[in-house]
């Protein structure tokens, strides 16, 4: 038990006798309902090692065990949070929504708004009207936000709950005191059971530009829309923004939760930044529109391409390549030359790169994440003469596979260079065992796989839980290119200490200067 004169931390507190007795007692109790054999449950465990179990396991089509991804709702609330005074809402149960909030703040440290109607068993039978009419109308009055982004749940989706006959018929018996016919309430089909929170965010950024841009259609303005997709590095729409504003140019970034998740300390508000509204509605008549994750908007660059007529397209601007080509799209579009300062920014970056080139060189690296995530980083891997040996999407959306490989085979190595698409990191256990490599990238998820197979890892993706404040640097533009090469070389070297540590072993190779 806590003691108020000395409160301790969760890995003292589990030493203490009462604890060390407990856990004792649960083990005896549990060997003797037979639920605990030490010799079978070591065989196993050995079993799932070897290459007989990895074929049974990556043969498993059935269950999913250790998911590398979330649910569509997840995505549809950071779209919410990047839009001026808007709230998330879900029609779903209360639940959903407390792992959406909690999901948040425990990667970026900081409060998530969101609400939920709070469906319960009475709504799954007769439909989530009522509730959604009752929750419209309390969120405008309690919250006073600006705009309403309403997403949705698995339990309103298999009952197919209509969205906007609702959202109509809570503006109607509102009468317009909270609720006037011309306020924004955007809303998405999120179902959770489908696709993934890339999905999601696709779903609801189409569904609030569709809606705000609705007969805003006027004269073409020389600007460019950045949409920065499913992004939980604050510090990369940052360095997107100045990249572009290097290059004098007007720009909206849409979806823009940056400030929403990086207050500073001091008096608490609701919503922080986000893309201005009316800037939203005025989107449709810029020049053009790039979006920085392929696979996180394709309905919505479809929408941007077909009905608003917009150039651009894709872009993703991580590593050295990925930089230059988002740099050359802005100097196409602009008709400007390339600033100095971005040459310089690039320069510094092809530096780093030559003084770390050899300690990554040859290393082989089992990585996972989103899918527009791992096209950027697997080809930063590769132009430091890394082997991405196993590159692992769970969510990977149709033509993701194929672009993945195309991208492997242009290393020496492709033939030891794995695409894993549709699997899970129960699946990465086996493939760590039996093909083993030097480290792995990824979530906090991986801590697991680092205990269980001795292979190092590095924090780079999302969400990560327990370490602070790597979300608030970059891994877009020059600058975020060289946060990934520090972070990844600096790991080669922990662990070449770590390998070289054994006194009158291993320490013969006392290397200080490198």
């Not at 829309?225 to 290097?246: C, D, Q």
């Not at 040996?389 to 195309?406: D, F």
């Not at 699997?423 to 697991?448: A, C």
């Not at 890892?457 to 520090?486: Q, V």
Request: hydrophobic share 40%.
């Amino acid at each position: 038990m806590q003691e108020v004169e000395k409160i301790v931390n969760g890995k003292d507190l589990f030493k203490r006798p009462e604890y060390t007795e407990l856990l004792a007692n649960k083990k005896q109790f549990e060997s003797s309902m037979l639920a605990i054999n030490p010799a079978k449950v070591d065989e196993i465990a050995e079993w799932t090692k070897s290459w007989d179990y990895r074929e049974k396991n990556l043969a498993r089509e059935a269950i999913t065990v250790n998911p590398a991804k979330a649910c569509q709702p997840l995505g549809a609330v950071m779209v919410a949070l990047g839009f001026e005074g808007t709230m998330p809402y879900v029609h779903g149960s209360h639940g959903c929504v407390a792992y959406f909030r909690s999901y948040f703040t425990k990667h970026f440290k900081e409060p998530t708004p969101c609400v939920s109607d709070s469906m319960t068993e009475d709504a799954a039978v007769f439909g989530g009207l009522v509730n959604m009419k009752e929750g419209l109308k309390n969120c405008a009055a309690v919250y006073k936000p600006k705009m309403i982004a309403v997403s949705t749940t698995c339990m309103a989706e298999v009952i197919g709950d209509d969205l906007m006959a609702f959202i109509i018929a809570a503006k109607e018996e509102d009468g317009g005191e909270f609720l006037p016919a011309e306020y924004p309430i955007p809303f998405a089909h999120t179902p959770s059971f489908v696709g993934s929170h890339i999905t999601g965010y696709d779903n609801m950024m189409h569904g609030i530009m569709s809606q705000l841009t609705e007969g805003q259609k006027g004269e073409t303005k020389q600007r460019i829309n950045i949409i920065p997709g499913f992004e939980t590095y604050i510090g990369s729409l940052r360095s997107i923004k100045s990249i572009v504003e290097a290059f004098g140019t007007d720009y909206i970034m849409l979806g823009d939760h940056s400030d929403q998740w990086d207050m500073p300390a001091g008096n608490y508000e609701m919503f922080q930044g986000g893309t201005k509204l009316e800037d939203a509605k005025d989107c449709i008549n810029s020049s053009a529109t790039i979006s920085l994750q392929k696979y996180a908007t394709s309905k919505t660059m479809k929408m941007v391409e077909k009905r608003w007529k917009h150039k651009g397209g894709f872009s993703n601007p991580i590593g050295l390549k990925g930089t230059d080509e988002f740099v050359m799209k802005l100097a196409e579009l602009t008709g400007t030359e390339v600033p100095q300062k971005l040459k310089i920014e690039r320069g510094r970056l092809v530096d780093a790169m030559q003084d770390s080139y050899p300690y990554m060189h040859g290393k082989k690296f089992a990585i996972w994440g989103d899918p527009d995530f791992l096209l950027g980083v697997v080809s930063f891997l590769l132009e430091m003469g890394a082997e991405p040996t196993h590159v692992l999407c769970h969510n990977a959306p149709n033509g993701w596979e194929a672009e993945m490989r195309a991208l492997l085979d242009t290393s020496p190595a492709k033939d030891s260079l794995h695409v894993w698409a549709g699997k899970d990191l129960w699946h990465m256990r086996s493939l760590l065992f039996t093909e083993p490599v030097d480290f792995m990238i990824g979530n906090s998820y991986g801590k697991e796989l680092m205990r269980d197979t001795g292979t190092p890892l590095i924090y780079i993706g999302f969400p990560i839980f327990d370490r602070h404040h790597l979300h608030r640097y970059s891994i877009s533009g020059y600058d975020g290119a060289l946060n990934l090469l520090t972070w990844i070389t600096n790991k080669v070297l922990d662990q070449l200490d770590e390998d070289t540590k054994g006194i009158a072993t291993t320490d013969y190779f006392f290397d200080l200067v490198r």
